[in-house]
């Protein structure tokens, strides 16, 4: 079992060696976009998280796709997202279809029966997550129980990675991971989504970082590259 975050532009601003030295995150998934936009930190959290060398699994979009159309249009700006951050196929691209999802879709389609509403839901979630797979990534699909039971086929989500979100109980059926709730980790200010991930993915051992010669610290540091002050007394410690 591995423990696994979620985040979000909610998260705001996150100390990323903070995060990695709290030893309560094994490895991260992203929100990427939700709708027709970009999440505003999705590739600066990807590039922070690269840096502290805490493995981003998995990103997400949040899904306001009411046609087939829509649904190809939110794969692929998140495949696009995937391909310029420069994640591997290995990434795990997730669905997420909540409740707001559903009453923007009974409101552009009403008149729909819940059973045509259904119809539509695993129609939007199996042309988005094809589409993934075709551009060489894992797709997975975002639910919680109420979904898995009442909107979603068990076809579908048998296809792909299962995410669920159960707070505060137990699993309560099978699944790849698990979202129990919210926790705390030294380096994110806001609360953020804890996970229990069960898949088989191997956390890199991070390579340490070859000395420099006391030569080329001293040239570094009349650059000016390892700043003043305090921060500078650190840099240089962490350097031997």
Known sequence: MQKVIDVSKWQGNIDYDRVKKSGKVDAVIIRSSIG???????????????????????????SHAVTIADAQREAALIVSNAEKAGLPKSTIIFFDFEYESLDNLKSKASGLSNSELKKVI??????????????????????NPDFAT?????????????????????????????????????????????????????????????????????????????????DRKKKLEAEG
């Open 150 to 230: 009442n909107w979603f086929e068990s076809a579908t989500l048998d296809s792909y990675v299962k995410w669920l979100a159960n707070w505060g109980k137990s699993k309560s059926m099978t699944c790849d991971i698990w979202q129990y709730g919210t926790t705390t980790v030294d380096g994110i200010t806001n609360q953020v989504d804890g996970n229990e991930s069960y898949l088989d993915i191997a956390i890199p051992t991070p390579s340490p970082k070859p000395k420099k010669s006391n030569d080329e610290i001293a040239d570094d540091v009349s650059k000016g590259l390892y700043g003043v002050g305090e």
């Open 122 to 143: 695993n129609n939007i979630t199996n042309k988005f997550c094809s589409m993934i797979t075709t551009a060489g990534y894992k797709a997975g699909v975002y639910f």
């Open 36 to 62: 027709n936009s970009t999440d505003e930190k999705f590739f600066e959290y990807v590039n922070g998280f690269d840096t502290v060398e805490i493995p981003v699994i998995g990103i997400y979009h949040f």
